[in-house]
């Protein structure tokens, strides 16, 4: 069974940035997309970013697209997201979430098998 941890998270001012990580451990990695899932308090589970795990092709929330980047190490089975901007509406917690998703349904918490348990994002004002 794959475990994804989560780090990198932490509290910093609007404008700044961080740089989050997922990494995998255990098991035998067969997923096709890896992606970013955020939830805020009393809000939904929302899709940020996604990243094909063959190819590498990327895609974005429209919320965050221009300031976040997210990009894979495949040899060390690492996913980051690179954020940079953040606005205090960024604030939640940041999930990474593994699955055999297909293209169209990878904004789709249910499409993914595999969850971290998530790092907390802060941004002050």
């Known amino acids: 069974q794959v475990q994804l941890v989560e780090s990198g998270g932490g509290l910093v001012q609007a404008g700044g940035s961080l740089r989050l990580s997922c990494s995998a451990s255990g098991g035998t990695f067969s997923y096709t997309y890896v992606s970013w899932f955020r939830q805020a308090p009393g809000q939904e589970r929302d899709f940020v970013a996604a990243?094909?795990?063959?190819?590498?092709?990327?895609y974005y929330a429209g919320s965050v697209k221009g300031r976040f980047t997210i990009s894979k190490n495949s040899a060390e089975r690492t996913v980051s997201l690179q954020m940079d901007s953040l606005t205090p509406e960024d604030t939640a917690v940041y999930y990474c979430?593994?699955?055999?998703?297909?293209?169209?349904?990878?904004?789709?918490?249910?499409?993914?098998?595999?969850w971290g348990r998530g790092t907390q994002v802060t941004v002050s004002s």
């Open positions: 979430a593994a699955g055999r998703a297909i293209l169209s349904s990878i904004t789709q918490a249910t499409s993914y098998t595999n």
């Open positions: 990243i094909r795990w063959n190819g590498g092709h990327t």
